[in-house]
């Protein structure tokens, strides 16, 4: 009998998922832990825009990241649908600009998970505002998270975006 690799696509759809939202609860009991905000807002950028240059639907990485994401800002205490809207806002407005305008393809990268920190940041605090609720306070920890996700995105997905 002839080995099949499709077991091993559906023990990774079903086990790094888990790993991913054990992985959250984690970083929230240990503040030091990122929560990899801006490595899986890069990657989700980095997917859409293969996506639409390959004209090829989205593989099941596309969907595990958008479901993270969304669990990242549960978890975190990001307002609900933030990173939803600043991903369209980022990607449709923003990220060609980056993309045309850095010629150095890997920083346009490191950009992109600091855009997904501070863009989420930004969404979150103008829905508290539309709310009446309270802010969120952009501490040290986010510079810390955002250098270390940048390396981190630059490391991983180099060369992803031509």
């Known amino acids: 009998m002839q080995r099949n690799s499709s077991y091993l696509q559906v023990l990774e759809f079903v086990c790094l998922p888990i790993a991913l939202i054990l992985y959250q609860?984690?970083?929230?009991?240990?503040?030091?832990?990122?929560?990899?905000?801006?490595?899986?807002?890069?990657?989700?950028?980095?997917?859409?825009?293969?996506?639409?240059?390959?004209?090829?639907d989205y593989s099941s990485g596309w969907y595990i990241a958008v479901v993270y994401l969304f669990v990242i800002e549960q978890i975190h205490g990001f307002k609900p649908l933030s990173v939803g809207i600043f991903f369209g806002i980022y990607y449709y407005f923003l990220f060609d600009y980056i993309v045309r305008s850095v010629k150095f393809r890997d920083l346009a990268l490191m950009i992109t998970a600091a855009f997904?920190?501070?863009?989420?940041?930004l969404t979150s605090n103008f829905l508290s505002y539309l709310n009446n609720d309270?802010?969120?306070?952009?501490?040290?920890?986010?510079?810390?998270?955002?250098?270390?996700?940048?390396?981190?995105?630059?490391?991983?997905?180099?060369?992803?975006?031509?």
Do not use: W
Request: hydrophobic share 50%; no cysteine; charged share 15%.
């Open 134 to 162: 309270s802010y969120l306070v952009f501490g040290f920890e986010y510079v810390t998270f955002i250098f270390i996700e940048a390396t981190l995105s630059l490391l991983l997905f180099k060369g992803r975006i031509i």
């Open 25 to 56: 609860f984690l970083s929230s009991v240990f503040s030091s832990l990122p929560p990899l905000l801006g490595l899986f807002f890069t990657y989700a950028i980095v997917k859409h825009y293969e996506k639409d240059v390959t004209y090829k």
């Open 116 to 121: 997904g920190y501070i863009g989420t940041f």
